[in-house]
């Protein structure tokens, strides 16, 4: 069973969200049955690229258009999500930068199979560590600590390589009718937006094993099942 995923590094609900699938995947009873492919989404691809990024509270203020008021309203219902989780949450001293090097870091990375392991070290990097994911140091350093070598990185970096595939991921989301991350699209059967509790994932993954076991015919829609997202403009839910 093919399991899609539009995630972008800058949204917190998809650290989080990762997590609690990957948690159900482990309870859930045909995992090895799962075919997972991660994709890219970018919440806002102006934002400055190659270690230029900027404080993420300048950014939700003086571009996204949160009120410090509101910022404090996002900042303790994630740090809850992340409590639960069992992740450090230092989201307030976060960089905002853009994600495009990062995701074809991530499409290097799926060549070999190692794409799941550098989208962790990434998404860490972001909402735990506070590092700057657009600096492309930081891109070699995590994509050799995952297996990746350090030249065919440098190289990737230094091309257009995978922008293309970035693109097509982007209008594919949308084409299905999906404009907010994350979003984990089941044999194209079920969809849940967010970052959804562990049970939820679990009872989801089951119903969509079912039907594709089962050979049912597609819906024309999937069913959805929404949380807390971030859209297309750069701005999270609270």
């Known amino acids: ?101 990062a995701h074809r870091l991530i499409k290097l990375a799926a060549t070999k199979g190692l794409d799941t392991v550098v989208l962790q070290k990434l998404t860490k990097a972001y909402f735990e560590e506070a590092k700057d994911y657009s600096d492309h140091d930081l891109l070699i350093a995590i994509g050799t600590d995952s297996g990746l070598e350090e030249i065919e990185i440098r190289t990737m970096l230094d091309s257009d390589d995978f922008l293309y595939e970035i693109k097509q991921d982007i209008q594919e989301m949308a084409n299905l009718g999906f ?29 969509a094993h079912a039907d594709w076991r089962n050979r049912k015919e597609r819906e024309h829609e999937p069913v959805v099942t929404k949380g807390k997202s971030c859209s297309a403009d750069g701005v999270c839910e609270i």
């Open 179 to 207: 404009d907010t991350v994350p979003t984990f699209l089941m044999d194209r059967r079920q969809a849940i937006i967010g970052s959804e509790p562990v049970d939820l994932f679990l009872k989801v993954l089951r119903k």
């Open 1 to 101: 069973m093919k399991i899609e995923v539009w995630t972008d590094i800058m949204c917190p609900y998809c650290h989080i969200g990762k997590i609690h699938y990957e948690t159900a995947l482990k309870q859930f009873e045909h995992g090895d049955e799962v075919e997972l492919e991660w994709k890219a989404f970018q919440l806002n691809p102006d934002l400055p690229d190659r270690g230029k990024g900027y404080p993420i509270e300048e950014y939700l203020i003086q571009t996204a258009g949160f009120t410090p008021g509101k910022l404090t309203n996002m900042y303790e219902a994630i740090k809850r999500l992340a409590d639960n989780a069992g992740v450090p949450f230092n989201l307030p001293n976060a960089i905002a930068a853009s994600t495009r090097d």
